[in-house]
């Protein structure tokens, strides 16, 4: 009893700052012609520069060890935009009171959210055809962010992050 209480309650604290993704592609693209990359030049990533150096060393060695090399004429353009915004508490506690008699009533209700608004970072990465000029495969997560993390928690979480992104990069080919 006590192992699966434990194992609740550790797959409910891992659960809660995994990072949600999400994906995107044109299902006509052969993703295998494309070898090499570069950043679009007038990319605004939304992320400070430190982040986002991080972010890109993180990009750059995950896409180095699915045989992508930098290139100044790439075969894909790469975009990163990104967001910080606050959750909602998703609980609330209701507290009423009532009263009658006769055909007289009242009634007063109160609302109160428990548990303080959370930040969310939405990154988005956005892989363009350099050639056609078009959209063939995009990205987009959503994770817990703390700007208070030490340098050392945000570098492993965006390599976390990079990775799950990742993941089902090129897209399985369906018959």
Known sequence: MRFFLFSVILILLTSCGAAKVSYDYDNQTDFSSYT?????????????????KRLLDAMDASLSEKGFMFAEEPDVFINITSSVFRSQPGNNVGV????????????????????????????????????????????????????????????????????????????????
Not at 38 to 52: A, H, I, K, Q, W
């Open 36 to 52: 090499t990359y570069n950043y679009f030049d007038d990319m605004e990533t939304g992320l400070s520069e430190l982040d986002e």
């Open 96 to 175: 009423g009171l009532g009263g009658g008699g006769g055909s007289l009533g009242g009634g007063v209700s109160i609302g109160i959210p428990v548990g303080s608004p959370k930040l969310r970072r939405e990154i988005q990465l956005d892989f363009v055809d350099a050639n056609k000029d078009l959209l063939i495969w995009q990205a987009l997560s959503e994770s817990s962010f703390r700007e208070a993390d030490a340098p050392r928690e945000k570098e492993e979480k965006l390599q976390i992050l990079v990775a799950e992104m990742f993941s089902k990069y090129p897209p399985a080919k369906r018959n």
